[in-house]
């Protein structure tokens, strides 16, 4: 998996995402932790998805890249 700041690691299709990212070093802002508030939106592969809810995917590749959202209001 490659993070926003150039650094790859691996994690296990199922994982959450904040933990797949707490062990990367990585900080994904959190709001809700429900899903409804969206302050933890990150892009996987090009696919928006809400970290406090979701898990690690597979992929086929076996390369997931993930980009961190920008939301002005947060």
């Known amino acids: 998996m490659a993070w926003p700041d150039g650094r790859t690691t691996t994690a296990i ?4 995402w904040l933990e797949a990212a707490r062990q990367a070093a990585v900080i994904i802002p959190t709001g809700c932790l429900g899903g409804s508030c ?4 990150i892009e996987v592969n090009g696919r928006v998805v809400r970290a406090c809810v979701a898990t690690v995917p597979s992929s086929p590749s076996g390369r997931l890249t993930v980009s961190l959202a920008s939301d002005p209001h947060w």
């Open 13 to 16: 299709p199922g994982q959450d």
């Open 38 to 41: 969206g302050a933890c939106e």
